[in-house]
């Protein structure tokens, strides 16, 4: 028997000074990203800001002074030129943003320019993308109410199966991890498109399962362990599981980092936002959630001996 | 025992087959010329194989105002669906979204730019008389800008395809709905012309017209833009007539295949646009591909390697998890996308976490002294729980995601739903029922 984990009895909750102040910081960069998302300071993808993007491989040397030399020529001098993979593939992605748009199949023209501009007949178009000011409105409304919902129906379904207190802190536990993930990746300037809200309600799925595990220890405990602290008991708890907590977060893990390594560059943002998500969801069940529970059940506790 | 046994044997069974059946074969066959033989079973999204998605808008300003809003998307449904069957395009999917949106999604088709011109043009014919009593330039300013008030009553001014203007009756004489056929033919200098056939009634109005306008300008126009104006010389009872424009002879063609599907029942934007090029989508299934597999191989050797035996007993039912998820997907039509890939890659990871759930409690249950046996029997059933609270909050962010998502969004959040919850009877019913192929266990690689 392989054992990484044997026995440990590390004192989770006693370190929850420490870990309520990382956790605050995380949360308060969370919502500084949120900040910048609102006010449009953040990097967010085209399905947000509508536009329109274009990727181009050239056959013939093509540099990107003379890519941004076809762009002004029509008139798109605020587009971003940004050449993908290694300057041999001659591989660039143009994105132009909505008010630069000249009109209808705006992307096919711009192809079609790039073409005859460079003189480059054997130009590939890798991929095109238009996306109008009103079907941007309406994915950041669809994502808004997937995030709103996802969270909601997470936090019905821990309160029929759990104690309010339970609840509230694995529900608390989620939120921290999806504004910690964001505000990372907002922090690192990653862009921010329908992919990466994708992975944050993954993250709060998976977050949430970590969590679940050690609140149903602690409720198994409470059945039979009576006479410790309500501390010890939820630090028994979570030493308990700490071999799953890490296993299943290291398999997790290492398919996140597969994508992140492997997935290409569609998969890039999404797959980091995952390998972040799993190492902060797990964070958050052991020192977040379950130092909750135990701050708010010693409260309860003094209150009743206090009257 | 025996019988929850024998109960997940023959689930197993079923599912193995109707996975079997369903993913035979799983991708395109191809003949030695890359032909396709028969298709594959797994529905590759447009990221993959590459292709067009365009979601167009009825432009309800322009509508007529006779045409109600849902007469108008349905007529515009049928007439693109006409159209793109004489394009071509294998297994396109015309579909209506909301109230006035329509999706047309066409896989791997060759040339998006021409689809896009086919798809996107109104086609709206229309004949009209020249007015050749006025003059435009009595309607423009100094600057050479048409002025309103100055263009007379039941009179209105558009271009050619030069971009001359021309002065034209409003009035409706007749309009492409009116013709049955229409042909590329070779004109009088060798340049392509598009002739086209009215209907008997159609026939018998353009005869009329043409009867009472000899020696006039006839106007004949296409969305708006003047294409020809010939003189009337004689009453034409034919019912046929010809449209010159210097066309070369794919403009000819694809203009007389877009008259003979009909007119668009009002002009339609385009709001979303999406092509992918086909070595985009190669490149996207081998990045796909790769990650999966090393992924797999990741867990699937670390779980051999930290739980023996036992680690591998897992493989096996994740092995019958991936197969389950790919076999339901193509019974669904679900389409795979790299999202969708990605999916299945993390479902690989999630999965084996009631695995990892159900072996630390037997190892805990045997620490505690109890029998290997009893060790498994308790491992099992105090673990389930557990592992159904975890499944169902990831369960339930799946099916939001496929609720709110769009296209590639949603591929995720199909393998991600399916793959959890076939996990659920793979990852627990099936290993729990190897384990209980031995009634006493004197040791256990775990």
Redesign the interface.
């Known amino acids: 028997m392989i054992e990484i984990i044997k026995n440990t009895k590390l004192n989770f909750i006693g370190a929850r000074k420490v870990t309520y102040i990382i956790s605050a910081l995380l949360v308060l960069n969370g919502l500084w990203a949120v900040y910048k998302i609102a006010t449009g300071q953040a990097r967010m993808g085209l399905d947000f800001t509508g536009g329109i993007s274009v990727q181009v491989q050239f056959k013939k040397d093509v540099k990107v002074d003379d890519v941004r030399g076809v762009l002004n020529k029509a008139k798109m001098n605020q587009a971003v030129i940004q050449q993908i993979g290694e300057p041999a593939d001659k591989v660039f992605l143009i994105r132009v943003g909505t008010q630069e748009l000249s009109g209808e199949n705006a992307s096919g023209t711009l192809t079609q320019m790039l073409k005859t501009e460079t003189g480059d007949n054997d130009m590939a178009v890798l991929e095109q993308n238009e996306i109008g000011g009103l079907v941007s409105s309406q994915l950041k409304e669809k994502a808004f109410y997937a995030v709103f919902w996802a969270l909601f129906a997470i936090l019905i379904y821990i309160w029929i199966r759990f104690q309010l207190k339970f609840a509230i802190a694995a529900t608390i536990a989620t939120l921290h991890d999806v504004l910690a993930v964001l505000g990372i990746l907002v922090l690192l300037n990653k862009e921010v498109d329908l992919l990466v809200i994708t992975s944050l309600l993954t993250i709060a799925g998976y977050s949430l399962t970590d969590t679940v595990v050690v609140f149903d220890r602690i409720r198994e405990n409470m059945k039979h362990i009576l006479k410790t602290t309500y501390q010890d008991l939820v630090n028994v708890s979570i030493n308990e599981v700490l071999s799953r907590t890490i296993i299943t977060s290291f398999t997790t893990f290492s398919v996140a980092m597969c994508l992140f390594l492997f997935g290409g560059n569609v998969l890039h943002t999404f797959s980091l936002a995952m390998v972040i998500g799993v190492v902060v969801g797990t964070y958050s069940s052991d020192f977040l959630a379950s130092p909750i529970v135990v701050d708010w059940e010693n409260y309860e506790r003094k209150n009743r001996t206090g009257k | 025992m025996q019988r929850r046994m024998q109960i997940t044997a023959f689930i197993t069974l079923v599912l193995i087959i109707f996975s079997i059946v369903n993913l035979n074969p799983p991708f395109d066959k191809k003949d030695s010329q890359g032909n396709i033989i028969e298709k594959g079973k797994i529905k590759l999204g447009l ?1 993959l194989q590459g292709g067009m998605y365009l ?1 167009l ?1 009825i432009d309800t300003d322009k509508m007529p105002a006779n045409v109600k809003l849902e007469e108008a998307v349905s007529r515009a449904l049928e007439i693109l669906r006409n159209r793109i069957d004489a394009l071509g395009v294998a297994e396109p999917l015309i579909t209506r979204e909301g109230d006035k949106y329509i999706v047309v999604q066409l896989p791997g088709v060759k040339d ?2 021409r689809a ?1 011109n086919i798809i ?1 043009k109104t086609a709206l014919l229309e004949f009209k008389m020249a007015d050749e009593r006025d003059k435009i330039s009595e309607m423009t300013d100094a600057a050479g800008n048409t002025v309103a008030s100055k263009i007379p009553e039941g009179v209105m001014v558009l271009a050619d395809k030069e971009g001359n203007r021309t002065p034209i009756f409003t009035k409706d004489l007749l309009t492409g709905n009116d013709l049955v056929d229409a042909k590329v033919q070779m004109g009088t200098y060798g340049t392509p012309v598009v002739w086209f056939k009215f209907s008997p009634e159609g026939g018998r109005k353009f005869a009329e017209l043409t009867g009472d306008n000899v020696g006039k300008k006839l106007a004949i126009i296409l969305d708006d833009k003047v294409y020809s104006d010939p003189v009337i010389k004689t009453r034409i009872s034919g019912g046929e007539g010809i449209i010159e424009g210097n066309f070369n002879l794919d403009d000819a063609k694809d203009l007389s295949l877009v008259l003979r599907a009909g007119a668009l029942p009002a002009p339609v ?9 086909p ?2 989508g190669a ?2 299934i081998a ?2 591909q ?3 597999i ?3 191989l ?2 699937v050797c ?2 051999a ?2 739980y ?1 035996v036992s680690g591998l007993i897992a493989d096996f039912a994740l092995i019958f998890n991936v197969l389950f998820v790919l076999g339901i997907l193509a019974a669904l039509n679900a389409t795979l996308t ?2 969708g890939i ?1 999916g299945l ?2 479902t ?3 999965a ?2 009631a695995n ?2 159900i072996l ?1 409690r037997i ?2 249950e045997m620490r505690a002294g109890k029998t290997i046996r009893a060790a498994i029997d308790a491992g099992y059933h ?1 673990a389930w ?2 592992i159904l ?10 099916a ?2 496929f ?4 296209g ?2 949603r591929g ?2 199909v393998t ?1 739903f399916w793959g959890l919850l076939i996990s659920l009877f793979t990852a627990f019913f099936i290993t729990q029922s190897i384990f209980d192929l031995r009634k006493q266990y004197k040791t256990l690689s ?1």
């Open positions: 990221d979601k808008a998006p730019e896009l996107g934007k385009i709001i979303n646009k999406y092509v992918v090029g070595s985009l490149d996207s990045k796909g790769k990650s999966i090393i992924g797999a990741v867990v670390f779980m390697f930290y023996g790299l999202p990605a890659t993390l690989i990871g999630i084996v976490d990892v759930l630390e190892r805990e105090r729980l557990t609270d975890a499944h169902i909050t990831s369960l339930i962010t799946a939001i995601l609720q709110f998502g769009t590639a969004i995720f959040a991600l775990i």
